[in-house]
């Protein structure tokens, strides 16, 4: 699909778009050619102030629409994301550089996202409870104001749909801030979708996460910050958040078990255990990045992991045919090519890729081989760091228990799979594994209704369920006293 992009991207405030106060811009590009996209706006604090108080304008009038007015709103919203699927998902692939074919299911996922949340809001009650004295409560939810929401590169519109969708269908107005890598995406659904919304219910501020990141974190009108992004960064918002007595949700990094047991079905395991770490090039939080398989079966099912992994097709994510993409720029590519050096360094043994692709057909952009390490332990680094790229580590395993010891053994509790055809074996393992989000005999599905966060240092909160409203909510009770 051909597209035009402008060639020049505001700030969307006020459902208008406006330059940054200080006229700067920065640049977005394809991770594939290194083409230049667009420029985009530079927010800097008083961008981040005018977002805010324009959020808070608004509200005084979307808190009083009913449940029914917005989830018809949000239904309109999903219709247009649906009829410009084909749009939204070539600017993912053009700014981030996933295949179409991932893109096209991300923006199906925002479409699913609006209209599950739209369906949430409808059937979502407060309650009433008899207290003593002929008294009773009645227990109401009210929208909390103006929210934050800061999400990441790598699913940028789905991170975007989850955050927006239950926060918009509790009442909320929202200032939202996409990565700098890929903020087309989010840009464009300001511009088609958001005037669905009244002015300033939806409000976009683009530029770094130092600068913009932070003054959004710490704006005092802000009421909520939901983050989603590196354990680190979240770290910080974290805190700064609770010095302002905020609540926060924090979506973090991982280092997923994948668990493969003799009596696995065999070509869906190594199909779902390629698809798991080679999906959006391995820059998936929940990215099946630590593989155990099974002594038994550990020599045949690396090899023929190997296997595939050469013969898979990288390449420009619009290209048909294409399975894999670049990684989203070069300091993301760099990160990944020094973990595939410390893991040579650290003795594990590289069955295939670990190379930069540089030939002609590449051009400018940031490719990696689809790379797998055997004969790793799980202490080393390799498999213990998030590396947020197609790098695999396979590590051998005797039994159950020491499978499960090693699986938790792991600073991060985002997600997880297992592959047994025992069902008995399966929901005991899964059961034992410190995860928000196992998979039994599948690998990497979460629609809408599935909620996804993590333990430990994934983060907490969970999303894309309707328990996420809750986090957009405040409760008020009322204690009614009825005189006899
Ligand atoms: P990141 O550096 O933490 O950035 C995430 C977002 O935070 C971006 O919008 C970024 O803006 C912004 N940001 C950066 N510094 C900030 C600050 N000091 N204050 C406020 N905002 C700030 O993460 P990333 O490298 O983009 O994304 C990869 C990480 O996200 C991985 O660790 C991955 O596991 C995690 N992730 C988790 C989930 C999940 O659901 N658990 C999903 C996707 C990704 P700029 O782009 O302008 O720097
Ligand atoms: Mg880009």
Redesign the pocket.
Known sequence: MDIKLEKMYGLFINGEFVPAQSGRTFKTCNPATGEVLAQIAMASADDVDCAVKAAWAAFSSWKKTTARERSEIMWKISDIVEENLEYFSTIETLDNGKTLEEARADITDVVDQFRYFAGCIRTDEGSYVEQDNHGFNIIRKEPLGVVAQ??????PLS?AGWKMAPALAAGNCIVI?????TPLSLLEFARLAGKELPNGVLNVVT????D???A??AHPGIRKVA????????T??GE?AGKNMIPFTL????KSAHIIFPDCQWDRALNAVKGGILGCAG????AGSRLFVHKDIYDKFVEELADCFAKVRVGNGLESGIEMGPLVDER?METVLKYIDIGIKEGARLVTGGRRITEKFYNEGFFIEPTLFADVTNHMRIAQE?I?GPVLSAIPFTSEKEVIEMANDSPYG?AGGVWTQDINRGIRVVSQIDAGLMWLNTFDMYPAGTP???YKK??FGR?AHKMTMEEYFQVKTIYVSIEE
Not at 150 to 155: D, E, F, G, M, R
Not at 227 to 234: L, N, P
Not at 251 to 254: I, K, N, R, T
């Open positions: 800061i999400v990441p590169w790598n699913y991170m801030k996409p990565a700098s890598n530029g770094s996460g130092h913009c990141g932070e959004l974190t983050f989603t992004g590196s354990t680190d960064v979240g910080g918002v700064t979506e973090l990094g991982g820059q998936i939080c929940s993301q998030e947020f985002l996804f966060g993590g994934s983060g999303e």
